[in-house]
């Protein structure tokens, strides 16, 4: 199975911050890599997919770049209801593997 | 705009089968998607159990492979999961997704199961 190790497990930030999620892939993936988001009590919300291409919705704050086996998810200008906990998914073959999460807190 | 919908039994005692069904509305089932089922627990996080193509053809996690059977029911626009022997480990919520490519377009909103005596 490809191994998804995502960095940091918890983060703080305040609103307006810029912050950086990574999500390192073993083996590599090429850009088969997504991300999601997921509020409590809620179901994962896909927000960018093929490593770059946000979801219809998205707003512009978010983007992603990387390659092979090492990803960023970026949100510049953290909103309110940016709060909450953060996976990336591998794509490039099955069984399809997930990250053990982000969880972004306010400061 | 598709939707789906888990239905399943929430509680259940060790050793039996759950058996889940995601009902499907906003798009046809034999549409160009692969349906998925994934769970999530504390412990584990997001893990992939399987996925299903409108001709049947589906693809499973290994490590849920002996245990696991999904199946598609085009006439009521649904699918389904039936996981056999299940014990506490399998205490979860349990999410149907459309996918896409292997990525997970659109999800349900997920269905508790408890596993107990």
């Known amino acids: 199975d490809i191994q998804m190790t995502q960095s940091p497990s918890s983060l703080s930030a305040s609103i307006g911050d810029r912050v950086t999620i990574t999500c390192r892939a073993s083996?590599?993936?090429?850009?088969?890599l997504n991300w999601y988001q997921q509020k409590p009590g809620k179901a994962p919300k896909l927000l960018i997919y093929?490593?770059?291409i946000l979801q219809s919705g998205v707003p512009s704050r978010f983007s992603g770049s990387g390659s092979g086996t090492e990803f960023t998810l970026t949100i510049n200008s953290l909103q309110p209801e940016d709060f909450a906990t953060y996976y990336c998914?591998?794509?490039?073959?099955?069984?399809?593997?997930f990250g053990q999460g982000t969880r972004l807190e306010i400061k | 705009q598709v939707q789906l919908q888990e239905s399943g039994p929430g509680l259940m005692k060790p050793s039996g089968t759950l058996s889940l069904s995601c009902a499907v509305s906003g798009v046809s089932i034999s549409s160009t998607h692969w349906w998925s089922w994934v769970r999530q627990t504390p412990g584990k996080g997001l893990e992939w159990i399987g996925e299903i193509y409108h001709s049947g053809s589906t693809n499973y996690n290994p490590s849920l492979q002996s245990r696991i059977t999904i199946s598609v029911d085009k006439s009521k626009n649904q699918f389904s999961l039936e996981l056999n022997f299940v014990t506490p480990a399998d205490t979860a919520v349990y999410y149907c997704?459309?996918?896409?490519?292997?990525?997970?377009?659109?999800w349900g909103q997920g269905t508790v199961v408890t596993v107990s005596t």
């Open positions: 998914q591998q794509s490039y073959t099955t069984p399809l593997t």
């Open positions: 997704a459309r996918a896409v490519a292997n990525t997970f377009h659109d």
């Open positions: 093929s490593t770059f």
């Open positions: 083996p590599g993936i090429s850009t088969y």
